[in-house]
């Protein structure tokens, strides 16, 4: 029997603070500072939620002097992306098959 992935993008995205980093860094790479300056979170914790994120290959980061530059990994996020279109794509297609069905006319 399979199991879920822990490191899955959809799960990693499914903590607030993680959807709230993520979309930070969609506006430019920052440090974790940076991001813990906008953040109601410690440091640390931004960290853990980073690593998280790496994890799931939503993050890459970078050394810059002396810290550590994020960013969102584009293949991460295309890989997202392909999953929630296959997934618009079935619902669009078994709403269609309904649709057509054809319907019982009663007399």
């Known amino acids: 029997m399979a199991t879920y992935r822990t490191d899955d993008g959809w799960d990693a995205l499914g903590d607030p603070t993680r959807r709230a980093i993520v ?20 440091r640390p914790a931004v960290s853990q939620h980073l690593k998280v ?23 991460g996020v295309a ?16 709403y269609r098959d309904v649709v057509e069905q054809p319907t019982e006319e009663t007399p």
Do not use: H
């Open 79 to 94: 890989a997202l992306r392909d999953q929630l279109d296959t997934f618009w794509n079935r619902a669009l297609n078994s």
């Open 53 to 75: 994120l790496k994890d799931a290959g939503l993050v890459t980061d970078q050394a810059a002097g002396t810290r550590r530059v994020y960013r969102l990994n584009p293949a």
């Open 23 to 42: 979309a930070c860094l969609a506006e430019r790479p920052r440090a974790v500072g940076e991001l813990a300056e906008e953040l109601p979170i410690s």
